[in-house]
């Protein structure tokens, strides 16, 4: 470096990813209004759909060079001990927790009304012909399944054990894509809708945005694995891998919230 | 593009700013860029959501219809505004004003501010940081287009609140627009507090320990504290308002079991701690700027600390204030009273302090000087009538009348506006290296002193005679003291054009400022006016 430093902080260059995918966020949301409205903005719902899409091509295409970038930037650091610094790897770290904490607020709103409304109204709703057990039991199994493996892909991992962590990893998304899979299952072969009132509105609101949440979760352990395959991360520098892991605990822990709450004690009160 | 190539200004301050242009500032990932781009993006929503006072300020000058309901002609152009127009404006004045003039301008206060003053070369992640800036201007355009549209913009208050925003009674895409603006603009807050909280943990310079960091940098963190626990709240209740409209769930709808008062208590659990998001940040202001221009360092600084810490606590658990008539449980009532009684406590701990700083210290009155003693005695009339509000008997009274009116707006606009326009005097020629001239300064800070209180003392009084919010229309005995406050506003609204001139005009001839007009003792006024690229050719040690 020409420039002398003295400090470890990372200091960017200008990026054109990030306001890039500002202007495809924001496509995607007036396509979203014009999907919403099409009549009114005089336009057919077809033409608002491929606005829509449009935006969030820009806004996908975006978020992947951004990402893309980030991997650049932390294969020209390194992955040997020390090869990164210890500011950098601490302002990761806060800055997933903190991420991870701020979409704990937002399951919290959701949550907050399920117990509204669970507590003003009969619950289940006399009309509501409620799920059974057993899936819900088999997807509780299934991530709590994928909790272990991925907990056991990180202990490869610090012992150095690349192929183990690999399948690990695998695993653990395969077990999330079987777990969205049951969801698929379940939602198609449910007797209510979104629009049964708001039975139907909390469930799926709920187990809706938790199921997204474990898509985000799958594709960035891919993400992981994929890397994993290239010779990224050691035993000591996996930041991306940990960050994962937290993600993928914090979905596993607002499913079991939803099991106890949304399927068992409903059930096991009515019955 | 490389990292070496932006660093080469090192040395020289003179930015040569006819070489930044459309795709510089687009793309740029330097915090003191990106505030400086909040604070205009502040001042044009600021312009924006005066206009529309301006307009209700109008409208109720005398009882009987002003401008609604007769088309009326100025020069070739003929107007014909409907009632539901001024449930726009009402509704619009004050979106603007929270989510687009002041949060930003404080965002961009603190975006500049925040690295220098804890000896930081830069925020945590820079392109995150450039992220919340620009979809910002989307989330506006959604907002400002939703005049456009078939039913217009949403006439339902800034509080959207069901049933009046429902399917049912606003059809329009205009509703869906406030949802999705907001969203967005939640979005940026979210991500934006997170930058802020990772900067203040993890780029604090050597010997700069928490408890050395001046109050400006507690506030923000504080701040940014709040934004990350209560924007995703906000998020949620929104989220399921748009469910609601368009997708037939029942959360709010009676006739699925739901019920408007969730989005009440969601609504409110996100802001009433945004109205500490957008005071706390000029505590921190005002006491940097008392601290300094009294010539004594800050009284009680620790108290100071946990006072911010204490009311942003307490402000997570208040927020059923503002449902006293709903029917809740008298006994909720009186738990959601006595918390914010309580909060009354740290906010005059702030107070005493302020004023014993400023005790025999040798004051030097300057514009900012001058905005901030005004802050410390006005903001402390809303936090007054806060407790009077808050006092679930008396709110069965003065609910949705003036008086709500006149309190907010002592906290808004004495306390946030006035703190806002502080740390802009006072910080004005660390950003720009010029000096705003103090002339105009003054005569901006007395006419803006006198009309404030002209346009909104009036209205405690309109309030307890019973005058309802957001109505076109009064009975003609509240007559005198609108007019009075409606010439207030026009006053107020106008002094406002001192400000942009002053600024516009100091940032090309103002005097040149050296780094240190003020004899501040922070880190900010150890390095050039403006800033280095980076602030610190050397990291600065603290002892
Ligand atoms: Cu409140």
Redesign the pocket.
């Given at each position: 470096m020409a420039h002398h430093h003295d400090h470890d902080f990372f200091i960017p260059a200008p990026s054109i990813w990030a306001p890039l995918s500002c202007i495809g966020g924001g496509i995607m949301a007036f396509g979203f209004l014009f999907t919403l409205h099409p009549t009114d903005f005089g336009m057919s719902a077809s033409i608002a759909h491929l606005i829509m899409a449009m935006g969030f091509t820009l806004l996908a295409f975006c978020v992947f060079q951004w990402w893309r970038l980030l991997v650049h930037e932390a294969r020209h650091r390194g992955f040997k001990e020390g090869s990164v610094p210890v500011v950098l790897d601490l302002a990761n770290r806060y800055g997933m927790v903190f991420f991870i904490a701020s979409e704990v607020m937002f399951f919290a709103a959701f949550f907050a009304a399920f117990f509204y409304l669970s507590g003003m109204n009969v619950w289940p709703p006399e009309n509501i012909e409620t799920l059974t057990l057993h899936l819900p039991t088999v997807n509780t199994l299934l991530l709590l399944t994928s909790g272990v493996t991925v907990t056991w892909a990180h202990h490869a991992m610090q012992e150095g054990n690349r192929s183990r962590t690999r399948k690990m990893i695998f695993l653990t998304y395969l077990l999330g894509v079987i777990f969205l899979s049951c969801q698929m299952y379940e939602y198609h072969h449910a007797s209510f809708a979104l629009h049964d009132g708001v039975y139907g509105s909390t469930f799926y609101m709920l187990t809706g945005f938790h199921g997204f949440h474990v898509f985000v979760g799958s594709i960035m352990l891919m993400v992981l694995h994929l890397r994993l395959s290239q010779g990224d991360f050691s035993a000591k520098e996996h930041f991306y891998f940990e960050a994962t892991a937290w993600y993928w605990h914090f979905v596993d822990v607002v499913w079991i919230g939803l099991y106890l709450f949304v399927y068992l004690l409903p059930n096991g009160g009515h019955h | 593009m490389s990292a070496e190539a932006i660093s080469d200004n090192h040395g020289h301050h003179d930015h040569a700013p006819s070489k930044k242009g459309f795709m510089y500032y687009l793309t740029t990932t330097n915090h003191k860029d990106i505030g400086k781009m909040y604070l205009l993006t502040a001042l044009n929503f600021f312009i924006i959501g005066g206009l529309f006072a301006m307009f209700i300020r109008a409208e109720l000058a005398e009882a009987g219809y002003q401008l609604l309901n007769h088309p009326f002609s100025v020069g070739p152009f003929t107007f014909s505004f409907s009632g539901e127009f001024f449930n726009q404006m009402t509704a619009m004045h004050a979106t603007f004003m929270i989510f687009f003039a002041i949060i930003p301008a404080f965002i961009g206060l603190g975006n500049f501010f925040v690295p220098i003053m804890i000896g930081s070369p830069d925020m945590a992640f820079p392109r995150l940081n450039n992220w919340s800036f620009w979809i910002l201007p989307f989330s506006g355009l959604l907002m400002l287009l939703s005049f456009f549209v078939p039913g217009g913009a949403p006439g339902a208050g800034w509080t959207s609140y069901p049933p009046l925003t429902s399917a049912a009674y606003s059809p329009g895409p205009g509703m869906d627009m406030w949802i999705l603006g907001i969203h967005l603009a939640g979005a940026s807050s979210i991500l934006g507090s997170i930058n802020f909280i990772v900067t203040t943990l993890n780029m604090r310079a050597p010997g700069m320990t928490l408890f050395k960091m001046p109050l400006f940098v507690w506030s923000m963190l504080v701040t940014a504290w709040l934004q990350l626990i209560a924007t995703p709240v906000l998020a949620g209740a929104v989220t399921m308002l748009l469910t609601d409209r368009n997708f037939g769930t029942s959360f709010f709808n009676m006739a699925g079991g739901g019920d408007p008062v969730l989005y009440q208590h969601i609504f409110?659990f996100y802001?009433?701690p945004a109205?500490y998001i957008m005071i706390l940040p000029g505590f921190g202001i005002i006491s940097e700027v008392i601290a300094t221009f009294s010539r004594k360092p800050l009284f009680g600084y620790i108290t100071m600390v946990w006072a911010i810490i204490g009311i942003a606590v307490l402000?997570c658990l208040?927020?059923a204030?503002?449902m006293f008539t709903v029917g809740m449980d008298p006994r909720a009532q009186m738990m959601f009273m006595a918390m914010?009684f309580l909060i009354g406590v740290p906010t005059g701990i702030k107070v005493f302090n302020w004023l014993a700083t400023m005790w025999e210290g040798v004051l030097e009155f300057t514009t900012s000087m001058k905005f901030a003693i005004a802050f410390v005695g006005l903001f402390t009339i809303g936090g007054l009538s806060?407790i009077v509000?808050?006092a679930a008997p008396v709110d069965y009274q003065i609910h949705d009348t003036y008086y709500v009116v006149a309190h907010i707006h002592y906290v808004f606009f004495a306390g946030s506006f006035l703190s806002i326009m502080a740390g802009v005097y006072y910080w004005f020629p660390k950003m720009f290296g010029r000096l705003m001239s103090e002339k105009m300064g003054s005569v901006h800070f007395w006419l803006t002193f006198i009309f404030m209180n002209v346009t909104f003392f009036p209205m405690h009084f309109l309030g307890l005679m019973g005058m309802p919010r957001r109505i076109p229309d009064y009975n003609p005995v509240f007559s005198d003291l609108n007019l009075l406050c409606s010439i207030g506003a026009f006053g107020l609204g106008a002094t406002q054009i001192l400000l942009i001139i002053n600024a516009f005009w100091s940032a090309k001839h103002g005097k040149l400022a050296g780094s240190n007009p003020w004899g501040g003792h922070t880190l900010e006024w150890q390095v050039s006016s403006p800033p280095p690229e980076h602030n610190f050719e050397k990291i600065p040690v603290v002892k």
């Open positions: - | 409110w802001s009433h109205v402000g208040v927020w204030h503002h914010t806060g509000c808050a």
